[in-house]
Protein backbone atom coordinates (compact mmCIF):
# COMPACT_ATOMS: atom_id res chain seq x y z
CA UNK A 1 0.00 0.00 0.00
CA UNK A 2 2.90 2.15 1.12
CA UNK A 3 4.47 1.33 -2.18
CA UNK A 4 1.58 2.12 -4.38
CA UNK A 5 1.13 5.61 -2.88
CA UNK A 6 4.89 6.42 -3.58
CA UNK A 7 4.59 5.30 -7.37
CA UNK A 8 1.40 7.08 -7.28
CA UNK A 9 3.19 10.24 -5.71
CA UNK A 10 6.35 9.80 -8.02
CA UNK A 11 3.92 9.70 -10.98
CA UNK A 12 2.44 13.19 -10.02
CA UNK A 13 5.53 14.35 -9.34
CA UNK A 14 6.96 13.37 -12.62
CA UNK A 15 3.53 14.74 -14.38
CA UNK A 16 4.26 18.22 -12.52
CA UNK A 17 7.83 18.36 -13.29
CA UNK A 18 6.60 17.88 -17.01
CA UNK A 19 4.17 20.40 -16.65
CA UNK A 20 6.91 22.51 -15.36
CA UNK A 21 9.40 22.02 -18.33
CA UNK A 22 7.27 22.76 -20.86
CA UNK A 23 8.31 25.10 -23.43
CA UNK A 24 9.95 28.61 -22.40
CA UNK A 25 11.57 28.61 -26.16
CA UNK A 26 8.66 30.05 -27.81
CA UNK A 27 10.01 28.90 -31.39
CA UNK A 28 10.71 25.64 -30.86
CA UNK A 29 7.47 23.17 -32.55
CA UNK A 30 5.85 21.55 -28.86
CA UNK A 31 7.16 17.54 -29.41
CA UNK A 32 5.79 15.11 -31.11
CA UNK A 33 6.02 12.22 -29.33
CA UNK A 34 5.00 12.23 -25.39
CA UNK A 35 6.11 9.38 -23.19
CA UNK A 36 3.28 8.24 -21.06
CA UNK A 37 4.53 6.92 -17.53
CA UNK A 38 4.15 3.38 -17.45
CA UNK A 39 1.33 2.06 -15.44
CA UNK A 40 1.07 -1.60 -14.04
CA UNK A 41 -1.18 -3.37 -14.97
CA UNK A 42 -4.11 -3.74 -12.62
CA UNK A 43 -3.73 -7.56 -11.44
CA UNK A 44 0.31 -7.26 -11.24
CA UNK A 45 0.32 -5.64 -7.29
CA UNK A 46 4.18 -6.69 -7.03
CA UNK A 47 4.97 -4.97 -10.40
CA UNK A 48 7.67 -1.62 -10.35
CA UNK A 49 7.68 0.64 -12.88
CA UNK A 50 10.69 3.14 -12.62
CA UNK A 51 10.27 6.65 -12.89
CA UNK A 52 13.95 8.61 -13.91
CA UNK A 53 13.78 12.52 -12.77
CA UNK A 54 16.34 15.00 -14.26
CA UNK A 55 17.80 17.49 -12.76
CA UNK A 56 15.94 21.24 -14.89
CA UNK A 57 17.75 22.78 -17.45
CA UNK A 58 18.13 26.54 -16.08
CA UNK A 59 17.38 27.85 -19.58
CA UNK A 60 14.19 25.88 -19.09
CA UNK A 61 12.77 27.53 -16.22
CA UNK A 62 10.29 30.16 -16.94
CA UNK A 63 10.90 31.93 -13.88
CA UNK A 64 14.72 32.01 -14.05
CA UNK A 65 16.91 34.65 -15.41
CA UNK A 66 17.62 32.66 -18.26
CA UNK A 67 13.90 33.00 -19.48
CA UNK A 68 14.56 36.74 -20.49
CA UNK A 69 15.50 36.47 -24.07
CA UNK A 70 15.65 40.09 -25.12
CA UNK A 71 17.58 42.93 -25.62
CA UNK A 72 15.98 46.23 -26.42
CA UNK A 73 16.93 49.37 -28.10
CA UNK A 74 16.51 53.03 -27.92
CA UNK A 75 15.40 54.61 -31.35
CA UNK A 76 17.93 54.62 -34.03
CA UNK A 77 20.62 53.30 -31.95
CA UNK A 78 22.55 49.95 -31.98
CA UNK A 79 24.32 49.74 -28.42
CA UNK A 80 23.35 47.20 -26.06
CA UNK A 81 21.50 49.79 -23.15
CA UNK A 82 21.93 48.97 -19.46
CA UNK A 83 19.06 47.22 -18.66
CA UNK A 84 20.25 44.61 -21.57
CA UNK A 85 23.58 44.37 -19.93
CA UNK A 86 21.96 41.50 -17.71
CA UNK A 87 20.38 39.25 -20.42
CA UNK A 88 23.79 39.22 -22.20
CA UNK A 89 25.91 38.23 -19.51
CA UNK A 90 23.48 35.46 -17.87
CA UNK A 91 22.99 33.82 -21.48
CA UNK A 92 27.28 34.44 -21.96
CA UNK A 93 27.38 32.36 -18.22
CA UNK A 94 24.97 29.62 -19.43
CA UNK A 95 26.83 29.06 -22.68
CA UNK A 96 30.05 28.86 -21.24
CA UNK A 97 28.86 25.84 -19.18
CA UNK A 98 26.81 24.49 -22.01
CA UNK A 99 27.25 23.52 -25.15
CA UNK A 100 24.85 25.13 -27.27
CA UNK A 101 24.35 27.17 -30.46
CA UNK A 102 22.28 30.12 -30.91
CA UNK A 103 20.85 32.61 -33.44
CA UNK A 104 20.48 36.12 -32.42
CA UNK A 105 17.63 37.85 -34.30
CA UNK A 106 17.86 41.65 -34.97
CA UNK A 107 14.83 43.47 -34.64
CA UNK A 108 13.41 47.11 -36.00
CA UNK A 109 10.56 49.32 -35.71
CA UNK A 110 8.79 49.25 -39.14
CA UNK A 111 9.08 52.49 -40.34
CA UNK A 112 11.39 52.71 -43.36
CA UNK A 113 12.44 49.83 -46.08
CA UNK A 114 12.74 46.88 -45.46
CA UNK A 115 16.13 46.11 -47.11
CA UNK A 116 17.59 48.96 -45.18
CA UNK A 117 15.77 47.72 -41.63
CA UNK A 118 17.15 44.11 -42.49
CA UNK A 119 20.83 46.02 -42.57
CA UNK A 120 19.72 48.24 -39.27
CA UNK A 121 18.39 44.94 -37.13
CA UNK A 122 21.73 43.15 -38.01
CA UNK A 123 23.03 46.48 -36.21
CA UNK A 124 21.48 44.99 -33.22
CA UNK A 125 22.09 41.25 -33.69
CA UNK A 126 25.92 42.36 -34.32
CA UNK A 127 26.31 44.19 -31.17
CA UNK A 128 24.43 41.51 -28.95
CA UNK A 129 26.90 38.67 -30.28
CA UNK A 130 30.33 41.38 -30.17
CA UNK A 131 29.12 41.83 -26.06
CA UNK A 132 28.75 38.06 -26.00
CA UNK A 133 32.03 37.42 -27.11
CA UNK A 134 33.56 40.15 -24.89
CA UNK A 135 32.30 37.93 -22.23
CA UNK A 136 34.09 34.42 -23.71
CA UNK A 137 31.24 33.20 -25.82
CA UNK A 138 33.04 31.29 -28.87
CA UNK A 139 32.06 33.06 -32.68
CA UNK A 140 31.21 29.65 -33.73
CA UNK A 141 28.35 28.78 -31.29
CA UNK A 142 26.81 32.07 -32.15
CA UNK A 143 25.24 33.66 -35.48
CA UNK A 144 23.74 36.87 -35.72
CA UNK A 145 21.26 37.54 -38.22
CA UNK A 146 18.04 39.98 -38.65
CA UNK A 147 14.18 39.96 -39.21
CA UNK A 148 14.35 43.58 -39.72
CA UNK A 149 10.34 45.10 -39.40
CA UNK A 150 9.03 41.59 -41.06
CA UNK A 151 8.29 40.12 -37.66
CA UNK A 152 7.18 42.75 -35.02
CA UNK A 153 6.42 41.71 -31.53
CA UNK A 154 4.22 44.41 -31.01
CA UNK A 155 1.52 44.95 -34.04
CA UNK A 156 0.63 48.44 -33.27
CA UNK A 157 1.94 51.69 -35.29
CA UNK A 158 2.94 53.79 -32.13
CA UNK A 159 5.86 54.24 -29.96
CA UNK A 160 5.32 51.90 -27.57
CA UNK A 161 5.10 49.27 -29.72
CA UNK A 162 8.06 50.74 -31.69
CA UNK A 163 10.01 50.14 -28.59
CA UNK A 164 9.10 46.65 -28.07
CA UNK A 165 10.11 45.91 -31.52
CA UNK A 166 13.14 47.56 -31.84
CA UNK A 167 15.04 44.42 -30.14
CA UNK A 168 17.72 41.64 -30.40
CA UNK A 169 16.38 38.20 -29.46
CA UNK A 170 18.42 35.22 -28.11
CA UNK A 171 17.31 31.79 -29.60
CA UNK A 172 18.57 28.45 -29.03
CA UNK A 173 18.49 26.30 -31.73
CA UNK B 1 -7.06 33.37 -54.65
CA UNK B 2 -7.46 37.21 -54.12
CA UNK B 3 -8.58 39.50 -56.28
CA UNK B 4 -6.70 42.42 -56.73
CA UNK B 5 -8.71 45.45 -57.06
CA UNK B 6 -7.25 48.30 -59.83
CA UNK B 7 -8.13 51.99 -58.73
CA UNK B 8 -6.57 54.50 -61.43
CA UNK B 9 -6.89 57.77 -60.05
CA UNK B 10 -5.92 61.19 -61.94
CA UNK B 11 -5.53 64.53 -60.51
CA UNK B 12 -8.48 66.03 -60.58
CA UNK B 13 -12.47 65.52 -61.05
CA UNK B 14 -13.84 62.14 -61.76
CA UNK B 15 -15.46 59.80 -64.08
CA UNK B 16 -16.42 56.87 -63.75
CA UNK B 17 -16.15 54.40 -66.58
CA UNK B 18 -17.48 50.69 -66.78
CA UNK B 19 -15.03 47.80 -65.77
CA UNK B 20 -15.71 44.51 -64.76
CA UNK B 21 -17.03 43.93 -60.96
CA UNK B 22 -13.23 44.15 -59.56
CA UNK B 23 -12.02 46.78 -61.68
CA UNK B 24 -12.78 50.73 -60.98
CA UNK B 25 -11.12 53.08 -63.15
CA UNK B 26 -11.29 57.01 -61.96
CA UNK B 27 -10.04 59.55 -64.70
CA UNK B 28 -10.29 62.76 -65.26
CA UNK B 29 -8.66 65.52 -67.90
CA UNK B 30 -5.34 64.66 -67.67
CA UNK B 31 -4.46 67.56 -70.57
CA UNK B 32 -4.44 68.10 -73.96
CA UNK B 33 -1.73 65.57 -74.73
CA UNK B 34 -4.25 62.43 -74.65
CA UNK B 35 -4.56 60.68 -77.86
CA UNK B 36 -7.90 60.40 -78.81
CA UNK B 37 -8.80 56.53 -80.27
CA UNK B 38 -11.86 54.66 -80.71
CA UNK B 39 -11.65 50.94 -79.82
CA UNK B 40 -14.66 48.79 -81.66
CA UNK B 41 -15.71 45.84 -79.99
CA UNK B 42 -14.43 43.04 -82.06
CA UNK B 43 -16.43 40.73 -84.16
CA UNK B 44 -17.72 37.65 -82.74
CA UNK B 45 -15.39 38.87 -79.33
CA UNK B 46 -18.52 36.84 -77.44
CA UNK B 47 -17.17 33.50 -78.33
CA UNK B 48 -13.70 34.27 -76.39
CA UNK B 49 -13.61 34.16 -72.39
CA UNK B 50 -11.70 37.06 -72.59
CA UNK B 51 -13.93 40.36 -73.20
CA UNK B 52 -10.68 41.29 -75.48
CA UNK B 53 -11.66 44.95 -76.51
CA UNK B 54 -12.82 46.12 -73.13
CA UNK B 55 -9.00 44.83 -71.57
CA UNK B 56 -7.89 47.29 -74.60
CA UNK B 57 -9.74 49.76 -73.30
CA UNK B 58 -8.73 49.37 -69.83
CA UNK B 59 -5.16 49.09 -70.69
CA UNK B 60 -5.16 52.45 -72.70
CA UNK B 61 -7.22 54.48 -70.44
CA UNK B 62 -4.99 53.15 -67.11
CA UNK B 63 -1.86 54.46 -69.24
CA UNK B 64 -3.53 57.82 -68.93
CA UNK B 65 -1.78 59.09 -72.48
CA UNK B 66 -5.31 58.29 -74.03
CA UNK B 67 -8.86 59.29 -74.44
CA UNK B 68 -10.94 56.38 -75.16
CA UNK B 69 -13.92 56.79 -77.79
CA UNK B 70 -16.68 54.36 -77.68
CA UNK B 71 -17.26 52.82 -81.22
CA UNK B 72 -19.63 49.86 -80.91
CA UNK B 73 -18.85 47.15 -83.47
CA UNK B 74 -17.46 47.52 -86.77
CA UNK B 75 -17.92 44.75 -89.29
CA UNK B 76 -16.64 45.47 -92.25
CA UNK B 77 -12.90 46.05 -91.39
CA UNK B 78 -12.11 46.43 -95.36
CA UNK B 79 -14.44 49.63 -95.73
CA UNK B 80 -13.41 52.25 -92.44
CA UNK B 81 -15.15 55.49 -92.92
CA UNK B 82 -12.43 57.45 -91.63
CA UNK B 83 -13.93 60.65 -92.40
CA UNK B 84 -17.02 59.90 -89.79
CA UNK B 85 -14.33 58.51 -87.22
CA UNK B 86 -11.87 61.96 -87.50
CA UNK B 87 -15.60 63.48 -87.38
CA UNK B 88 -16.11 61.74 -83.83
CA UNK B 89 -12.42 62.97 -82.52
CA UNK B 90 -10.76 59.79 -83.41
CA UNK B 91 -6.60 60.24 -84.34
CA UNK B 92 -7.21 56.65 -84.70
CA UNK B 93 -9.12 53.57 -84.50
CA UNK B 94 -8.83 50.15 -83.18
CA UNK B 95 -10.72 47.13 -85.11
CA UNK B 96 -10.69 43.44 -84.70
CA UNK B 97 -12.06 39.66 -85.12
CA UNK B 98 -12.33 37.04 -83.09
CA UNK B 99 -13.40 33.38 -84.65
CA UNK B 100 -12.44 29.98 -82.96
CA UNK B 101 -9.49 27.90 -83.98
CA UNK B 102 -10.09 24.53 -82.82
CA UNK B 103 -8.92 23.39 -79.17
CA UNK B 104 -10.69 25.71 -77.74
CA UNK B 105 -8.24 28.20 -78.91
CA UNK B 106 -8.99 31.73 -80.69
CA UNK B 107 -7.56 33.68 -83.98
CA UNK B 108 -7.93 37.04 -82.84
CA UNK B 109 -6.75 39.73 -85.65
CA UNK B 110 -6.39 43.63 -84.66
CA UNK B 111 -5.84 46.78 -87.28
CA UNK B 112 -5.21 50.27 -85.98
CA UNK B 113 -6.30 52.68 -88.31
CA UNK B 114 -5.09 56.27 -88.82
CA UNK B 115 -8.19 58.37 -89.11
CA UNK B 116 -5.44 61.16 -89.84
CA UNK B 117 -3.39 59.37 -92.63
CA UNK B 118 -6.81 57.78 -93.98
CA UNK B 119 -5.08 54.07 -93.37
CA UNK B 120 -3.55 51.13 -91.74
CA UNK B 121 -0.98 51.91 -88.97
CA UNK B 122 -0.52 48.79 -87.85
CA UNK B 123 -1.55 44.83 -87.61
CA UNK B 124 -1.24 41.74 -85.33
CA UNK B 125 -2.93 38.65 -85.96
CA UNK B 126 -2.35 35.88 -83.05
CA UNK B 127 -3.57 32.92 -82.20
CA UNK B 128 -4.35 32.49 -78.20
CA UNK B 129 -4.72 29.26 -76.72
CA UNK B 130 -8.09 29.56 -74.00
CA UNK B 131 -6.59 30.49 -70.70
CA UNK B 132 -4.37 33.36 -72.90
CA UNK B 133 -6.91 35.08 -74.22
CA UNK B 134 -6.19 38.03 -72.02
CA UNK B 135 -2.50 38.01 -73.06
CA UNK B 136 -3.38 38.42 -76.67
CA UNK B 137 -5.68 41.74 -75.98
CA UNK B 138 -2.47 43.14 -73.80
CA UNK B 139 -0.13 42.42 -76.54
CA UNK B 140 -3.16 44.62 -78.99
CA UNK B 141 -2.53 47.55 -76.31
CA UNK B 142 0.95 47.36 -76.27
CA UNK B 143 1.19 47.79 -80.20
CA UNK B 144 -1.74 50.78 -80.22
CA UNK B 145 0.33 52.03 -77.64
CA UNK B 146 3.78 51.91 -79.17
CA UNK B 147 1.88 52.76 -82.68
CA UNK B 148 0.55 55.79 -81.07
CA UNK B 149 3.01 57.48 -78.33
CA UNK B 150 6.58 55.58 -79.94
CA UNK B 151 7.13 54.07 -76.49
CA UNK B 152 6.91 50.03 -76.30
CA UNK B 153 3.66 49.09 -74.21
CA UNK B 154 4.51 47.25 -71.01
CA UNK B 155 0.28 45.78 -70.47
CA UNK B 156 1.76 42.41 -71.52
CA UNK B 157 4.23 42.70 -68.55
CA UNK B 158 3.62 40.68 -65.69
CA UNK B 159 4.37 42.07 -61.98
CA UNK B 160 5.28 39.95 -58.93
CA UNK B 161 4.53 41.02 -55.24
CA UNK B 162 4.21 39.23 -51.58
CA UNK B 163 0.89 39.12 -49.83
CA UNK B 164 0.51 38.62 -46.28
CA UNK B 165 -2.66 37.76 -44.06
CA UNK B 166 -1.44 36.73 -40.41
CA UNK B 167 1.19 34.27 -40.89
CA UNK B 168 0.28 33.32 -44.15
CA UNK B 169 2.55 35.10 -46.50
CA UNK B 170 2.53 34.15 -50.22
CA UNK B 171 4.74 35.33 -53.41
CA UNK B 172 2.40 35.55 -56.34
CA UNK B 173 2.96 36.56 -60.06
CA UNK B 174 -0.20 38.38 -61.95
CA UNK B 175 -0.86 40.41 -65.16
CA UNK B 176 0.12 44.19 -65.27
CA UNK B 177 -2.94 44.87 -64.58
CA UNK B 178 -3.53 42.96 -61.61
CA UNK B 179 -5.14 39.96 -63.37
CA UNK B 180 -4.44 36.39 -63.79
CA UNK B 181 -2.81 35.87 -60.61
CA UNK B 182 -0.30 33.15 -60.15
CA UNK B 183 0.93 31.34 -56.62
CA UNK B 184 4.89 31.24 -56.76
CA UNK B 185 5.21 30.28 -53.12
CA UNK B 186 3.25 29.93 -49.95
CA UNK B 187 5.59 30.15 -46.81
CA UNK B 188 4.38 31.11 -42.69
CA UNK B 189 7.66 33.30 -42.51
CA UNK B 190 8.05 36.42 -44.55
CA UNK B 191 9.31 36.56 -47.95
CA UNK B 192 11.04 39.85 -49.11
CA UNK B 193 12.76 41.45 -52.13
CA UNK B 194 11.46 39.90 -55.22
CA UNK B 195 13.23 40.22 -58.09
CA UNK B 196 12.36 39.21 -61.47
CA UNK B 197 15.24 38.10 -64.02
CA UNK B 198 15.84 39.54 -67.22
CA UNK B 199 14.47 36.71 -69.35
CA UNK B 200 10.58 36.88 -66.83
CA UNK B 201 11.26 33.22 -66.21
CA UNK B 202 12.75 33.14 -62.47
CA UNK B 203 12.58 35.14 -59.23
CA UNK B 204 15.05 35.96 -56.90
CA UNK B 205 13.58 36.75 -53.48
CA UNK B 206 14.93 36.55 -49.29
CA UNK B 207 12.80 33.71 -47.68
CA UNK B 208 13.08 33.79 -43.79
CA UNK B 209 12.18 30.04 -43.84
CA UNK B 210 15.47 29.24 -42.15
CA UNK B 211 14.49 31.86 -39.25
CA UNK B 212 16.37 34.26 -40.74
CA UNK B 213 16.91 35.24 -44.16
CA UNK B 214 18.40 33.75 -47.14
CA UNK B 215 18.40 34.42 -50.71
CA UNK B 216 16.65 31.96 -53.34
CA UNK B 217 16.12 32.19 -56.91
CA UNK B 218 12.83 29.85 -58.11
CA UNK B 219 11.95 29.18 -61.52
CA UNK B 220 8.65 29.97 -62.07
CA UNK B 221 7.98 27.05 -64.98
CA UNK B 222 9.78 24.32 -63.36
CA UNK B 223 9.20 25.56 -59.21
CA UNK B 224 12.88 24.72 -58.88
CA UNK B 225 14.23 26.48 -55.93
CA UNK B 226 18.36 27.01 -55.44
CA UNK B 227 19.58 28.78 -52.58
CA UNK B 228 21.84 31.07 -53.55
CA UNK B 229 23.35 33.12 -50.97
CA UNK B 230 22.95 31.29 -47.41
CA UNK B 231 26.16 32.61 -45.64
CA UNK B 232 26.44 32.73 -41.55
CA UNK B 233 24.63 36.08 -40.83
CA UNK B 234 22.19 37.82 -43.27
CA UNK B 235 21.51 37.04 -47.04
CA UNK B 236 19.44 39.70 -48.70
CA UNK B 237 18.50 42.19 -51.29
CA UNK B 238 19.10 40.16 -54.72
CA UNK B 239 19.28 42.24 -57.80
CA UNK B 240 20.00 40.42 -61.50
CA UNK B 241 22.52 42.19 -63.90
CA UNK B 242 21.38 43.01 -67.53
CA UNK B 243 22.38 39.99 -68.84
CA UNK B 244 20.88 37.46 -66.32
CA UNK B 245 24.54 36.25 -65.73
CA UNK B 246 24.85 37.30 -62.03
CA UNK B 247 22.87 38.63 -58.90
CA UNK B 248 23.67 40.94 -56.96
CA UNK B 249 23.15 40.51 -52.77
CA UNK B 250 24.09 42.22 -49.83
CA UNK B 251 25.94 39.94 -47.33
CA UNK B 252 26.49 40.25 -43.60
CA UNK B 253 29.02 37.71 -42.90
CA UNK B 254 31.43 39.96 -41.71
CA UNK B 255 29.96 41.52 -39.33
CA UNK B 256 28.34 44.19 -41.32
CA UNK B 257 25.93 44.66 -44.68
CA UNK B 258 27.95 44.23 -47.90
CA UNK B 259 27.28 44.55 -51.20
CA UNK B 260 28.98 40.98 -53.10
CA UNK B 261 28.02 39.79 -56.81
CA UNK B 262 27.68 36.15 -57.52
CA UNK B 263 27.20 34.11 -60.75
CA UNK B 264 23.09 33.25 -60.83
CA UNK B 265 23.54 29.92 -59.14
CA UNK B 266 25.23 31.72 -56.39
CA UNK B 267 28.87 30.66 -57.29
CA UNK B 268 31.84 32.68 -57.90
CA UNK B 269 31.30 35.22 -54.99
CA UNK B 270 33.49 38.12 -54.62
CA UNK B 271 32.82 41.48 -52.19
CA UNK B 272 32.37 44.53 -53.96
CA UNK B 273 31.66 47.36 -51.54
CA UNK B 274 34.24 47.83 -48.18
CA UNK B 275 32.67 50.16 -45.86
CA UNK B 276 32.90 49.51 -42.19
CA UNK B 277 29.14 50.48 -42.10
CA UNK B 278 25.65 49.10 -44.04
CA UNK B 279 25.85 48.71 -47.61
CA UNK B 280 22.99 47.51 -49.26
CA UNK B 281 20.18 47.42 -51.94
CA UNK B 282 22.89 46.70 -54.75
CA UNK B 283 21.19 47.34 -58.44
CA UNK B 284 22.76 47.19 -61.73
CA UNK B 285 22.97 49.83 -63.81
CA UNK B 286 21.23 49.44 -67.49
CA UNK B 287 24.01 49.18 -69.14
CA UNK B 288 25.53 46.26 -65.75
CA UNK B 289 28.96 48.68 -65.74
CA UNK B 290 27.70 49.74 -62.03
CA UNK B 291 26.11 49.21 -59.03
CA UNK B 292 23.66 51.42 -57.38
CA UNK B 293 23.27 51.11 -53.52
CA UNK B 294 22.21 52.48 -50.54
CA UNK B 295 24.89 53.19 -47.56
CA UNK B 296 24.91 54.80 -44.29
CA UNK B 297 28.60 55.70 -44.50
CA UNK B 298 27.98 59.26 -44.18
CA UNK B 299 25.55 58.83 -41.55
CA UNK B 300 22.23 58.33 -42.37
CA UNK B 301 21.06 56.59 -45.52
CA UNK B 302 22.27 57.62 -49.32
CA UNK B 303 21.90 56.19 -52.29
CA UNK B 304 25.80 56.11 -54.23
CA UNK B 305 27.61 54.53 -57.15
CA UNK B 306 30.33 52.20 -57.72
CA UNK B 307 32.14 50.17 -60.53
CA UNK B 308 31.06 46.32 -60.18
CA UNK B 309 34.52 45.58 -59.94
CA UNK B 310 34.66 47.76 -56.42
CA UNK B 311 36.43 50.90 -55.88
CA UNK B 312 35.95 53.95 -54.78
CA UNK B 313 31.84 54.92 -54.82
CA UNK B 314 30.35 58.44 -55.64
CA UNK B 315 27.62 59.45 -53.84
CA UNK B 316 23.96 60.38 -56.04
CA UNK B 317 21.46 61.75 -53.37
CA UNK B 318 21.69 64.65 -51.76
CA UNK B 319 18.57 65.23 -50.85
CA UNK B 320 17.27 65.17 -47.18
CA UNK B 321 18.93 62.78 -44.44
CA UNK B 322 17.26 59.71 -45.43
CA UNK B 323 16.84 58.35 -49.28
CA UNK B 324 16.96 54.55 -49.73
CA UNK B 325 15.75 52.13 -52.67
CA UNK B 326 17.47 53.05 -55.51
CA UNK B 327 16.07 51.64 -58.99
CA UNK B 328 17.73 52.72 -62.47
CA UNK B 329 15.00 53.21 -65.36
CA UNK B 330 15.99 50.64 -68.51
CA UNK B 331 17.45 53.79 -70.27
CA UNK B 332 20.00 54.10 -67.72
CA UNK B 333 18.43 57.82 -67.18
CA UNK B 334 16.39 57.75 -64.16
CA UNK B 335 16.58 56.78 -60.44
CA UNK B 336 13.53 55.92 -58.95
CA UNK B 337 14.64 55.84 -54.60
CA UNK B 338 12.18 55.81 -51.41
CA UNK B 339 13.24 59.71 -49.55
CA UNK B 340 12.46 60.90 -45.90
CA UNK B 341 12.05 64.59 -45.69
CA UNK B 342 10.87 67.23 -43.16
CA UNK B 343 7.82 65.81 -41.56
CA UNK B 344 8.98 62.33 -41.60
CA UNK B 345 7.27 61.04 -44.72
CA UNK B 346 8.66 57.91 -46.78
CA UNK B 347 7.79 59.34 -50.11
CA UNK B 348 8.56 58.32 -53.83
CA UNK B 349 10.98 60.66 -55.44
CA UNK B 350 12.66 60.11 -59.22
CA UNK B 351 16.22 62.18 -59.99
CA UNK B 352 17.06 62.86 -63.68
CA UNK B 353 20.67 61.78 -63.54
CA UNK B 354 21.75 64.23 -66.35
CA UNK B 355 20.09 67.25 -64.81
CA UNK B 356 20.09 66.46 -61.06
CA UNK B 357 16.62 67.28 -61.41
CA UNK B 358 14.57 66.12 -58.69
CA UNK B 359 10.66 65.29 -58.34
CA UNK B 360 8.43 63.92 -55.56
CA UNK B 361 6.09 61.85 -57.31
CA UNK B 362 3.43 60.66 -54.31
CA UNK B 363 1.45 62.07 -51.30
CA UNK B 364 1.43 59.21 -49.23
CA UNK B 365 3.78 58.78 -46.16
CA UNK B 366 4.92 54.98 -46.21
CA UNK B 367 6.53 54.20 -49.83
CA UNK B 368 8.70 51.58 -50.37
CA UNK B 369 9.73 49.38 -53.09
CA UNK B 370 9.70 51.16 -56.41
CA UNK B 371 10.21 48.95 -59.85
CA UNK B 372 9.85 50.97 -63.04
CA UNK B 373 7.80 49.34 -65.75
CA UNK B 374 10.47 48.28 -68.57
CA UNK B 375 9.31 50.71 -70.55
CA UNK B 376 10.57 53.30 -68.26
CA UNK B 377 7.16 55.55 -68.36
CA UNK B 378 5.65 53.78 -64.89
CA UNK B 379 6.92 53.38 -61.51
CA UNK B 380 5.24 50.32 -59.31
CA UNK B 381 5.37 50.76 -55.55
CA UNK B 382 4.14 49.81 -51.73
CA UNK B 383 2.17 52.68 -50.03
CA UNK B 384 -0.31 52.53 -46.88
CA UNK B 385 -3.78 53.20 -47.22
CA UNK B 386 -6.06 52.97 -44.30
CA UNK B 387 -3.43 51.48 -42.79
CA UNK B 388 -3.61 48.48 -44.87
CA UNK B 389 -0.17 48.23 -47.18
CA UNK B 390 -1.66 48.53 -50.67
CA UNK B 391 0.23 48.97 -54.62
CA UNK B 392 0.42 52.53 -56.30
CA UNK B 393 1.22 52.65 -59.98
CA UNK B 394 2.49 56.17 -61.21
CA UNK B 395 3.68 57.80 -64.34
CA UNK B 396 7.18 59.33 -63.97
CA UNK B 397 6.15 62.81 -64.63
CA UNK B 398 3.69 62.11 -61.38
CA UNK B 399 0.45 62.50 -63.77
CA UNK B 400 -1.27 59.14 -63.48
CA UNK B 401 -1.71 57.38 -60.15
CA UNK B 402 -3.32 54.21 -59.62
CA UNK B 403 -3.82 51.89 -56.92
CA UNK B 404 -4.51 48.24 -56.59
CA UNK B 405 -5.65 46.92 -53.08
CA UNK B 406 -6.71 43.08 -52.62
CA UNK B 407 -9.42 42.59 -50.21
CA UNK B 408 -7.95 41.43 -47.09
CA UNK B 409 -4.58 41.76 -45.60
CA UNK B 410 -1.55 42.80 -47.33
CA UNK B 411 0.15 43.80 -50.16
CA UNK B 412 3.81 44.55 -50.04
CA UNK B 413 7.42 44.02 -51.99
CA UNK B 414 6.12 44.53 -55.57
CA UNK B 415 8.28 44.44 -58.67
CA UNK B 416 7.33 44.69 -62.27
CA UNK B 417 8.52 42.15 -64.25
CA UNK B 418 10.57 42.31 -68.03
CA UNK B 419 9.92 42.47 -71.61
CA UNK B 420 8.78 38.65 -72.27
CA UNK B 421 9.02 37.13 -76.37
Redesign the interface.
Known sequence: MQNAKNIAFLIASAALLAACSTPVKV?EPAPVVESKPATPPAADTRAVAPVETKSIDPLDDPKGVLANRSVYFDFDSYVVRQDGQSVVQNHSAYLAKNQRQI?I?GNTDE??????N??????RA?AV?KSMAALGVPEGRM??????K??PKAEG?NEEAWSQNRRADI?YK | MNKIKYMFVVAGAALSVSAQAQLRVEISGVGSNQIPVAVATFVNEGQAPAQISEIIKADLQRSGAFKIIDAGTVTDMNNIDYGAWKSRGADAVVIGTVSPAGNGAFDVRYRLMSTIQSSKLSQLDQQAPAQYGRLAAHRIADDVYEKLTGVKGAFSTRIAYVTQQGRSYRLEVADADGEGVQLALSSNEPIISPSWSPDGTKVAYVSFEQKKPVVYVQNLITRQRTVIANEKGSNSAPAWSPDGSKVAVALSKTGNTQVYIANADGSGIRRISNSTGIDTEPQFSADGQYIYFTSDRSGGPQIYRMSVNGGDAQRVTFGGPYNISPRISSDGKTLAYISRRDGGAFQLYVLDLETRQEQRLSDTTSDESPSFAPNGKYILYATESGRRKSLAVVSVDGRVKQRLTIQAGNIKEPTWGPFMK
Not at chain 1, 111 to 116: C, I, Q, S, T, V
Open positions: TLQRGGAEYLALGQKEREAVSLGEKHV
